[in-house]
C-alpha cells in the first residue's frame, strides 16, 4: 500500500474509502492472499495485512450492508 502506513488504520480507512466497488474487491481478495498460511509459508500472517483486510471488509459492508459478505473476501 504505497503513500500509507501499512499498519495505521486511519489511514488505511482512508484509502479504501476512496476506492471504487471494483477497486476495493480487488484489494480485499490481495489482503487476504497476503494473509494466507500458503502465502507466508505457514508462518502467522504479519498484522499489517490483517488490519488491511478487516477496514476493506469493514468498507464494504458499510457500502453494501444488505450483501452478504461473501468469503473470497
Given at each position: 500500500?504505497?503513500?500509507?502506513?501499512?499498519?495505521?488504520?486511519?489511514?488505511?480507512r482512508e484509502r479504501?474509502?476512496?476506492m471504487s466497488d471494483e477497486e476495493l474487491l480487488r484489494y480485499a481478495t490481495f489482503c487476504?492472499?497476503?494473509?494466507?498460511?500458503?502465502?507466508?509459508?505457514d508462518k502467522p500472517s504479519p498484522d499489517?495485512?490483517?488490519?488491511?483486510?478487516?477496514?476493506?471488509?469493514?468498507?464494504?459492508?458499510k457500502r453494501h450492508p444488505d450483501l452478504p459478505l461473501s468469503e473470497s473476501i
Amino acid at each position: 500500500m504505497q503513500g500509507a502506513d501499512p499498519g495505521n488504520a486511519g489511514e488505511i480507512r482512508e484509502r479504501v474509502r476512496k476506492m471504487s466497488d471494483e477497486e476495493l474487491l480487488r484489494y480485499a481478495t490481495f489482503c487476504k492472499s497476503m494473509c494466507s498460511p500458503d502465502t507466508n509459508l505457514d508462518k502467522p500472517s504479519p498484522d499489517a495485512w490483517t488490519v488491511q483486510l478487516q477496514e476493506a471488509r469493514a468498507e464494504w459492508r458499510k457500502r453494501h450492508p444488505d450483501l452478504p459478505l461473501s468469503e473470497s473476501i
